[in-house]
C-alpha cells in the first residue's frame, strides 16, 4: 500500500513532465517538416468553428494559420484545440502556432510568447435596458455573469471590483443566467456577445463603456526566438499588404451579423506589457 | 516509504504546486475553494443518505405504486447524466416558480442551494439502490420475527432491517460517497465557487495548465483517500459489532 501510494506522486511528476521536454530549434524543424501546425478552437463563430455544410474547421483563425504558413512558405497542417488544450499542446510541441482567440494578459506571456497583436476588442457589459444602468458603478453590489476561463471573467474581477462575478460553463449558459435574471449583467467581448444582444430582442443594451481593450495575439512556444520572430514578420506582410484587414471583412466585416470595423491595426506585445 | 517515493513527493512539492499557490491571494483562493467543496460535500451527503433511506424504506412496501414512482426516480437519476440534472435544478426549477420566490433563491445563493439539491438526489438515488440490495440480504427471518413481536413497519425498519442493510451495504455506500465527492466539481458549471472552479481561475489567469492541474488532482486525491480511510474505519466498527 504505501508503495502504491508512492507512486502516485512520481506518476504526476512523469507525466507533467512531458510538457517541459526540450526541443531544436522549433522554425528549422518546421521547415524541414515542410508542415506548419496550426491550432485553433472549434466551436467559437467566427474564429474558428465548423462549417455546417463542409463539416471543415473554418473562421478568422483559421485562415490566419493559412496566411501565416504561406508566409512561411510551408504547408497548413490544422489541429482543433480545446480551450484547455490550448497552452500544453503548444508547451509540449504538439503545435507549432495556436490562433485561438489568445487574449494577452502580462501574466499569461509568463506561459507562452505572444505575437504583436493582430486586433483588439473592447469588453463590454449587457444589461437590461429596464433596469436603467449605465455606468459600470451603477453595478456596484450586483452580479455579472462571464464565460469560465475567459479574458471577460479576468477583465471582470479586475474592473467591477464592488459586483459578484458568476461564472459559467459556456456562453449560453452564461447569458441564460442573465436572461433569467439571475444576474444582473453579462460581461462579453464586444464581437462574442453581438449574437446575445440580437437574442435578447431589444431588452438588453451594452452599457456606453468599456472595460478595456484587449488586445489579441498569435502564440509560440515560449523560447522559440526564431519562430517567433518569423511569424512576426509574417504578421507584418499581411498587414502591410491589406491581407489582415480582407481576412477580417470576410467574418467580421459589414455584410456579416457582427459588422464590426478592426480600428486597431498589428501592434507590437510590449504596448500592452505595461 | 520507499526512497524512490520520498523524491517524488519532495519534487511535487516544489518548484511547481508551491510557484503557483505562492502567487498573491492563490492559496486563500484555493482555501476558499475547498471550504466551498466540503460544505457542497457534506450537505449533500447528510441529506442523500437521509433521501436514500426514506426512499429505500418506501420502496420495500407493497405498494406497486410507491414502489414504481421510486423506480422511476432512480432511473432518471441514473441515466441522464449528472450535469443535465444540475442544469435542469438551476436553470429549469425556479422558472416554474412565482417571481417573488426565484428572487429570493437569487438573492440566498441560489448556485449553491440548487447544487446541493441537485446532488442530493442524484447521489440518493443510486445510494438507495445499494441500501436495497443491502436490505435484500437480510434474512427474511429477521422482519418475521419482528413482527411476531409486534413491531409496527416502521419500528421494524428503523430498529432492525434498516442497521443490518447499512452494515450491508457499507462498501457499496463508501464508492457512492466518493462519486459524490468528486461530482461535487460539476457544481463549477453554474458559478458555484468551489475548489475545481478555483483552480480552473489560476489557470485561467497564469495559463499554467498543468500545474493548477495537479493542484487540483492532489487536492482530490487527498481528501479521496481520507474518504475511503474513514470508510474502512467504519466497515470494522460495524464488522466487530457482529459478533
Known amino acids: ?274 | 516509504m520507499t526512497g524512490r517515493g520520498r523524491i517524488a513527493c519532495r519534487s511535487v512539492q516544489s518548484p511547481m504546486a508551491d510557484l503557483l499557490l505562492a502567487r498573491p491571494g492563490y492559496f486563500a483562493l484555493l482555501l476558499h475553494g475547498l471550504g466551498i467543496t466540503a460544505k457542497l460535500f457534506a450537505v449533500s451527503w447528510v441529506a442523500a443518505i437521509i433521501v436514500a433511506s426514506v426512499l429505500t424504506a418506501i420502496r420495500a412496501t407493497s405498494s406497486k405504486i410507491a414502489q414504481g414512482v421510486i423506480a422511476l426516480f432512480v432511473e432518471y437519476h441514473r441515466n441522464v447524466p449528472g450535469l443535465v440534472q444540475l442544469f435542469v435544478w438551476y436553470f429549469g426549477v425556479p422558472q416554474l416558480l412565482p417571481r417573488d420566490w426565484q428572487r429570493w433563491i437569487n438573492r440566498n445563493d441560489g448556485e449553491f442551494l440548487m447544487a446541493a439539491i441537485a446532488l442530493t438526489l442524484y447521489a440518493a438515488a443510486y445510494m438507495s439502490e445499494d441500501l436495497r440490495s443491502g436490505l435484500r440480504s437480510v434474512s427474511s427471518g429477521q422482519s418475521q420475527a419482528a413482527k411476531s413481536l409486534g413491531l409496527t413497519y416502521t419500528q421494524t425498519m428503523r430498529f432492525i432491517l434498516l442497521p443490518q442493510a447499512l452494515r450491508n451495504a457499507l462498501p457499496a455506500l463508501v464508492n457512492q460517497t466518493l462519486a459524490l465527492f468528486k461530482a461535487t466539481s460539476l457544481a463549477m458549471m453554474i458559478g458555484v465557487a468551489e475548489l475545481m472552479h478555483a483552480v480552473r481561475q489560476m489557470e485561467n489567469e497564469t495559463y499554467r495548465t498543468f500545474e493548477a492541474f495537479i493542484v487540483a488532482s492532489i487536492c482530490y486525491l487527498a481528501i479521496s483517500y481520507l474518504l475511503i480511510y474513514l470508510g474502512s474505519v467504519a466497515s470494522k466498527r460495524v464488522a466487530m459489532s457482529k459478533r
Request: charged share 25%; hydrophobic share 45%; with cysteine.
Open chain 1, 1 to 274: 500500500m504505501k508503495f502504491r501510494l508512492a507512486l502516485i506522486p512520481a506518476f504526476v511528476v512523469a507525466l507533467s513532465a512531458t510538457a517541459f521536454s526540450a526541443h531544436a530549434d522549433q522554425l528549422a524543424d518546421v521547415k524541414a517538416r515542410g508542415t506548419l501546425v496550426c491550432g485553433t478552437l472549434t466551436t467559437t463563430e467566427p474564429l474558428g468553428f465548423q462549417d455546417p455544410k463542409t463539416r471543415q474547421i473554418v473562421g478568422f483563425d483559421v485562415d490566419m494559420c493559412e496566411a501565416i504558413a504561406g508566409k512561411l512558405g510551408v504547408k497548413l497542417e490544422h489541429r482543433g484545440l480545446s480551450i484547455e488544450q490550448r497552452i500544453p499542446e503548444l508547451a509540449a510541441g504538439r503545435v507549432d502556432l495556436v490562433s485561438a482567440a489568445l487574449g494577452y494578459t502580462k501574466e499569461r506571456a509568463e506561459q507562452v510568447d505572444f505575437t504583436a497583436a493582430h486586433y483588439q476588442v473592447p469588453m463590454r457589459v449587457l444589461v437590461r435596458k429596464a433596469d436603467k444602468i449605465d455606468s459600470f458603478a451603477a453595478l456596484a453590489g450586483k452580479r455579472v455573469s462571464a464565460v469560465k476561463t475567459s479574458t471577460p471573467e479576468i477583465y471582470a474581477r479586475q474592473v467591477l471590483t464592488k459586483s459578484e462575478v458568476l461564472t459559467y460553463q459556456d456562453g449560453p449558459a452564461a447569458f441564460l443566467a442573465f436572461m433569467q435574471d439571475k444576474v444582473d449583467g453579462f460581461v462579453t467581448s464586444h464581437t462574442a456577445g453581438l449574437r446575445y444582444l440580437a437574442e435578447t430582442k431589444g431588452e438588453g443594451v451594452y452599457i456606453n463603456d468599456a472595460l478595456a481593450w484587449e488586445p489579441s495575439a498569435l502564440g509560440v512556444k515560449k523560447g522559440e526566438p526564431a519562430m517567433l520572430a518569423a511569424v512576426n514578420k509574417a504578421l507584418e506582410e499581411l498587414e502591410a499588404s491589406g491581407d489582415i484587414d480582407k481576412l477580417w471583412v470576410k467574418w467580421y466585416g459589414p455584410d456579416t451579423r457582427f459588422a464590426f470595423a478592426r480600428e486597431k491595426k498589428l501592434t507590437p506585445i510590449a504596448t500592452f506589457a505595461k
